[in-house]
């Protein structure tokens, strides 16, 4: 079939439809397609484009957007009433009454009969004489939090804290109040003192920085917070990027990390969470600027001067910034990335382990470096792109193996060679699952596995635990590595055990939740079961990381219907996993939120046709079973006693994780709560709602439909000011069917 080649006014005609729809998102993405088709000899279709556009991010309350549209808007075309009555609401809505104002005027003289001008010209009238009063209360309000937060008049810590966090509050109010506490930037050598000063309150610094953040909102502020350190810009991107490199708390490197994501939605005109989508006009205008940062983010993964977290968050913002697919900057800028020296930097930090490495890492890095590996992968839309990114993997991986059996380096780089498997097959599985099928691979692993180093042990019972998912794919390995890993779970070391603790326990839930395919006898699950209760309850002697992977195996006899009953009837084994939660955080997410999907039953079975099952059988061919205990009573019983011993604290504690399936997992079990009445209450005073709106923006799109479906399930019998508390509520009317006369429908959004 001959695809259908769209003209920019077709497209722009959509974009009308879109706009009288009130779907402003499609309507935003239509408007910048067409401008893509037009050239600069368009100019009167062009003026359309950018006006219609406004009106578009006007509605979606991108109002600089919309201010950006209507100035080339006018470009073409100066007595745009259109353009000018735009620019001026826009304009009013980022606090310039006064250009508000002559746009307003402007435009009334060039229609006068405009009544929607003139009621505007009118408000503008009264809000001009209300900022006058409020800017000089506004400015005396600034000068003294000033003096107590950066000038050393504040009397104790505590008092500078508040100070601070009124400015905070004013930034946050309005944009004239995020204007004022800017004042041309004079707030940024205050807050790098605080930075800089090691002597200071971190709560201080944090709050300050939480401050700068907020004031760089605002892109132009942002692009002159990049611009101002240096001329050619080198200098000045690596100031902001290593921002985060000045201090280690958690929260301020995460404070930092939000500064330089600020940087990236000013370069490209882009908000991920207004899902805004980048502005190819304006990310070409500033593509050195964005060489350059993608250049210095790059640079810190190896530098052995970031720490782990810096190392985790600049990972994160590739993830979110690198891969259009998935709402970053342009196309192509990943394939670029992945063409230079980018992918083979990720390459590298995914072959480290805490144990051995050559810059920082954590046991964490692997699930960031694994989650982006994935992201990257699907960004390669064509076939071209996806042989480059291939020839780039395949080309690190035999640089390793030519080095495996090295005399004196063979021992570290056949643990870089686990290690970037591993993270592999967490992230582009099938492409991990290509690599395992080489033949050299097997004896370097019996090798390590067989050797005296608990190290060496420890991450081949890793790797082979992670070829299980696919056996077909992955056969040569199978066939030598359960032996194994029965020989290594008699290991004393904990670290080597529990590894392989986690292989017999995939290997045994190979059969799912079908009982006719079970693979072990149900005495060797429930012992496989027990001896990961032992790590997880023995949390002094076993660390966060040993239990985790504990908490991995347990995971997998999740399925069986006996080990379900088993874990919601042992009240210390629950408060275990929140235990962990809490302690490990997202580095748990996706292995806890499987334990509660399969405890509640979270994911759809297909009803079954009685007809088809007996043809089915008649034809001698497998029918999966039900286990008993898998019924509604069971499940009732299971998903009371999991709220009722923590579970939803635990979905929140894990929850601040970049995996949209994990995510969905987290949603889904959310949901299974929500089924009972009775629990609602408790679900939303543990924070269920609040994670819940998170989720419909952040899960897979399965997973925000779930979510949504628990927000539904959550508000229909409760008060909306309880139950989703900052959120506003709509009354809406409908009649007829058996809706009845009268419905209250919540629409949220942050």
Request: aromatic letters at 6%; a negative charge.
């Given at each position: 079939?001959?695809?259908?080649?769209?003209?920019?006014?077709?497209?722009r005609?959509?974009?009308?439809a879109?706009?009288?729809?009130?779907?402003?998102?499609?309507?935003?993405?239509?408007?910048?397609?067409a401008?893509?088709?037009?050239?600069?000899?368009d100019?009167?279709?062009?003026?359309?484009?950018?006006r219609?556009?406004?009106l578009?991010?006007?509605?979606?309350?991108?109002y600089?957007?919309?201010?950006?549209?209507?100035?080339?808007?006018?470009e073409?075309?100066?007595?745009?009433v259109?353009?000018?009555f735009?620019r001026s609401l826009?304009?009013?809505?980022?606090?310039?009454?006064?250009?508000a104002?002559?746009?307003a005027?402007?435009?009334?003289?060039?229609?006068p009969?405009?009544?929607?001008?003139?009621?505007?010209?009118?408000?503008?009238?009264?809000?001009?004489?209300?900022?006058?009063?409020q800017?000089?209360?506004?400015?005396?309000?600034?000068?003294?939090?000033?003096k107590?937060a950066?000038r050393?008049?504040?009397?104790?810590?505590?008092?500078?804290?508040?100070?601070?966090?009124n400015?905070?509050?004013?930034?946050?109010?309005?944009?004239?109040?995020?204007?004022?506490?800017?004042?041309n930037?004079?707030?940024?050598?205050?807050?790098?003192?605080?930075?800089n000063?090691?002597?200071?309150?971190?709560?201080?610094?944090?709050?300050?920085?939480?401050?700068?953040?907020?004031?760089?909102?605002?892109?132009?502020r942002?692009l002159?917070?990049l611009?101002?350190h240096?001329?050619?810009?080198?200098?000045?991107?690596?100031?902001v990027c290593?921002?985060?490199?000045?201090?280690?708390?958690?929260?301020y490197?995460?404070?930092a990390?939000?500064?330089v994501?600020r940087?990236?939605?000013?370069?490209?005109?882009?908000d991920?969470?207004k899902?805004?989508?980048?502005?190819?006009?304006?990310?070409?205008a500033?593509?050195?600027?964005?060489?350059?940062?993608?250049?210095?983010?790059q640079?810190?993964?190896?530098?052995?001067?970031?720490?782990v977290l810096q190392?985790?968050?600049?990972i994160?913002l590739?993830?979110?910034?690198?891969?259009h697919m998935?709402g970053?900057?342009?196309?192509?800028?990943?394939w670029?990335?992945?063409?230079?020296?980018?992918?083979?930097?990720?390459?590298?930090?995914?072959?480290?382990i805490?144990?051995?490495?050559d810059?920082?890492?954590?046991a964490?890095?692997?699930?960031?470096?694994?989650?982006?590996?994935?992201?990257?992968?699907?960004?390669m839309?064509?076939d071209?792109?996806?042989t480059?990114?291939?020839?780039?993997?395949?080309?690190?991986?035999?640089?390793?193996?030519?080095?495996?059996?090295?005399?004196?380096?063979?021992?570290?780089?056949?643990?870089?060679?686990?290690?970037?498997?591993?993270?592999?097959?967490?992230?582009?599985?099938?492409?991990?699952?290509n690599?395992?099928?080489?033949?050299?691979?097997?004896?370097?692993?019996?090798?390590?596995a067989?050797?005296?180093?608990?190290?060496?042990?420890?991450i081949?019972?890793?790797?082979?635990?992670a070829?299980?998912?696919?056996?077909?794919?992955a056969l040569?390995?199978?066939?030598?590595?359960?032996?194994v890993?029965?020989?290594?779970?008699?290991?004393?070391?904990?670290?080597?055990?529990?590894?392989a603790l986690?292989?017999?326990?995939?290997?045994?839930?190979?059969?799912g939740?079908?009982?006719?395919?079970?693979?072990m006898k149900?005495?060797?699950?429930?012992?496989?079961?027990?001896?990961?209760?032992?790590?997880?309850?023995?949390?002094?002697?076993?660390?966060?990381?040993?239990?985790?992977?504990a908490?991995e195996?347990?995971?997998y006899?999740?399925?069986d219907?006996?080990?379900k009953?088993?874990?919601?009837?042992?009240?210390?084994?629950?408060k275990?996993?929140?235990?962990?939660?809490?302690?490990?955080?997202?580095?748990c997410?996706?292995?806890?939120?499987?334990i509660?999907?399969?405890?509640?039953?979270?994911?759809?079975?297909?009803?079954?046709d009685?007809?088809?099952?007996?043809l089915?059988?008649?034809?001698k061919?497998?029918v999966?079973?039900?286990?008993?205990?898998?019924?509604?009573?069971?499940?009732?019983?299971?998903?009371?006693?999991?709220?009722?011993?923590?579970?939803?604290p635990?979905?929140?504690?894990?929850?601040k994780?970049?995996?949209?399936n994990?995510?969905e997992?987290?949603?889904?079990?959310?949901?299974?709560?929500?089924?009972?009445?009775?629990?609602?209450?408790?679900?939303?005073?543990?924070?269920?709602?609040?994670?819940?709106?998170?989720?419909?923006?952040?899960?897979?799109?399965?997973?925000?439909?779930?979510?949504a479906?628990?927000i539904?399930?959550?508000?229909?019998?409760?008060?909306p000011?309880?139950?989703?508390p900052?959120?506003?509520?709509?009354?809406?009317?409908?009649?007829?069917?058996?809706f009845?006369?009268?419905?209250?429908?919540?629409?949220?959004?942050?």
């Open positions: 079939m001959v695809a259908r080649v769209q003209t920019a006014e077709q497209i005609d959509e974009g009308n879109a706009i009288k729809a009130q779907d402003y998102v499609k309507a935003d993405e239509l408007y910048t397609d401008l893509q088709l037009t050239t600069d000899d100019k009167t279709l062009r003026a359309v484009l950018y219609n556009r406004a578009a991010r006007l509605k979606r309350d991108d600089e957007g919309a201010q950006a549209d209507c100035n080339r808007a006018l073409y075309d100066g007595a745009d259109k353009a000018l735009r826009a304009r009013e809505k980022l606090g310039n009454v006064g250009p104002f002559q746009d005027k402007e435009a009334l003289r060039l229609s009969q405009d009544k929607g001008i003139v009621e505007t010209l009118q408000r503008l009238v009264k809000a001009n004489n209300e900022k006058i009063k800017t000089t209360s506004l400015s005396n309000k600034v000068s003294e939090m000033e107590l950066f050393g008049e504040a009397k104790s810590v505590e008092q500078k804290i508040t100070a601070l966090n400015l905070l509050v004013l930034c946050r109010e309005s944009e004239s109040g995020a204007t004022g506490v800017w004042n930037g004079a707030i940024i050598p205050f807050v790098m003192n605080l930075i000063d090691k002597a200071e309150n971190e709560d201080v610094v944090i709050t300050a920085v939480r401050i700068l953040d907020e004031t760089l909102k605002n892109h132009a942002c002159k917070f611009q101002m240096d001329e050619d810009g080198i200098r000045s991107v690596r100031f290593r921002l985060m490199c000045k201090r280690t708390a958690k929260e490197v995460d404070s990390g939000i500064l994501q940087t990236f939605n000013a370069l490209a005109k882009m991920r969470q899902e805004m989508k980048p502005d190819p006009e304006v990310a070409e500033n593509k050195v600027w964005i060489i350059r940062v993608l250049l210095e983010l640079d810190m993964l190896q530098d052995t001067c970031v720490g190392r985790e968050t600049v994160d590739f993830l979110k910034n690198l891969m998935d970053g900057i342009p196309r192509g800028w990943s670029k990335f992945v063409e230079d020296r980018g992918l083979l930097t990720l390459l590298d930090v995914a072959s480290q805490p144990e051995q490495c810059y920082p890492v954590s964490e890095t692997r699930q960031h470096v694994a989650i982006c590996l994935q992201r990257l992968e699907e960004d839309v064509f071209t792109r996806r480059v990114f291939k020839e780039k993997v395949d080309s690190f991986f035999g640089s390793l193996m030519a080095n495996a059996f090295d005399t004196a380096e063979g021992h570290k780089i056949r643990v870089k060679l686990a290690a970037f498997l591993i993270t592999m097959l967490q992230g582009p599985v099938d492409i991990g699952l690599l395992i099928t080489n033949d050299q691979l097997t004896p370097i692993m019996l090798q390590m067989s050797s005296d180093n608990h190290l060496m042990q420890g081949a019972a890793e790797l082979i635990v070829t299980v998912s696919k056996h077909e794919r040569n390995m199978l066939k030598v590595g359960i032996p890993l029965r020989a290594l779970y008699n290991s004393e070391d904990p670290t080597v055990k529990v590894r986690v292989g017999l326990c995939k290997i045994g839930a190979a059969g939740d079908d009982i006719s395919r079970a693979t149900e005495e060797a699950v429930l012992n496989l079961a027990k001896t990961c209760k032992k790590f997880l309850l023995e949390t002094d002697k076993y660390s966060v990381d040993i239990r985790r992977y908490c195996g347990l995971s006899l999740s399925l219907a006996d080990v009953e088993w874990i919601v009837d042992d009240s210390l084994l629950l275990a996993l929140v235990l962990l939660a809490e302690k490990a955080g997202p580095l997410v996706y292995t806890l939120a499987t509660y999907a399969n405890l509640s039953n979270a994911f759809e079975k297909p009803k079954v009685e007809e088809m099952v007996k089915a059988q008649f034809a061919h497998h999966p079973e039900t286990h008993p205990k898998d019924t509604e009573e069971f499940v009732e019983k299971r998903v009371r006693a999991l709220v009722e011993e923590g579970a939803v635990a979905c929140v504690a894990v929850s994780t970049e995996s949209k994990a995510l997992l987290i949603a889904r079990a959310i949901l299974a709560f929500a089924e009972y009445e009775d629990l609602r209450g408790r679900i939303i005073s543990e924070g269920g709602t609040v994670l819940c709106l998170r989720l419909t923006k952040e899960a897979t799109p399965e997973g925000k439909i779930k979510a479906h628990a539904a399930k959550l508000g229909t019998k409760a008060d000011t309880i139950s989703f900052g959120q506003r509520a709509y009354e809406v009317r409908r009649n007829g069917g058996n009845g006369s009268h419905r209250k429908i919540l629409n949220f959004y942050s």
